[in-house]
């Protein structure tokens, strides 16, 4: 069973465009965040969301719109595709474990090319 | 600023030997140090982490390491197999603020 999925795995796509990226887990985590990779390989946090509620906002513009209908799911739409979107985006949620440990588990990603 | 950096982006081993990645970072207030893996295609994985007030954690073939006076840290990973090739990132994190801060990250090759 896949513990975080994303769909679609790869995403071509034209300038402004919009597009929207999904995401479930089966976890059963409170927390999800969506993440940039860039071609570097340079992770970044764009935001967290702990059942349902926005946490952290990393400066993303914003026609990144995140949505998390419930606690398994956080979508990610894109509004007006900038060839610097151009990406591989994950998904990953957590839950605290003892002692404030935790562990992030981190979906598949989801390649985003603009043309 | 914050941040978190590798000394070296790539690391070459052979098949059998031990691998040790190196990181540096900048923010003394970080709670926890964490190592993921992350192979070609994949997610990040969780390998390991290490609470601030420890200097030493072990795991299945793995221990990390973490120099507080000197802000640094490391993976060592014994007995080096085909499968650890990857890219390996270190991150930190603050329990007060559930936000994850990644390195750039080192790519371990690991030659038969």
């Known amino acids: 069973d896949t513990a975080v999925s994303q769909t679609p795995k790869y995403l071509v796509t034209q300038m402004g465009n919009d597009k929207s990226i999904k995401c479930e887990q089966n976890l059963g985590h409170d927390t999800m965040y969506w993440y940039k990779q860039d071609s570097k390989k340079f992770l970044k946090i764009m935001f967290s969301y702990n059942n349902k509620e926005l946490i952290i906002n990393e400066t993303v513009p914003n026609r990144f719109s995140p949505k998390s209908p419930d606690k398994a799911h956080l979508n990610l739409h894109i509004n007006s595709l900038e060839l610097g979107d151009s990406a591989v985006y994950f998904c990953?949620?957590?839950?605290?474990?003892?002692?404030?440990?935790?562990?992030?588990?981190f979906g598949p990603g989801t390649r985003l090319t603009v043309t | 600023g914050e941040s978190v950096g590798l000394h070296l982006p790539t690391l070459s081993v052979q098949e059998g030997d031990n691998s040790i990645i190196n990181c540096a970072y900048s923010n003394s207030a970080s709670d926890y140090f964490i190592w993921y893996k992350q192979e070609s295609g994949k997610g990040p994985q969780f390998i390991i982490d290490i609470r601030s007030n420890m200097d030493k954690r072990q795991g299945q073939r793995v221990t990390v390491l973490l120099n507080k006076t000197v802000k640094h840290l490391s993976l060592q990973i014994a007995a080096t197999q085909p499968g650890d090739s990857a890219v390996y990132f270190c991150a930190e994190r603050k329990t007060s603020y559930d936000k994850v801060i990644f390195g750039p990250g080192t790519s371990l090759s690991v030659i038969p």
């Open positions: 990953a949620s957590s839950q605290p474990l003892i002692q404030g440990r935790y562990e992030q588990y």
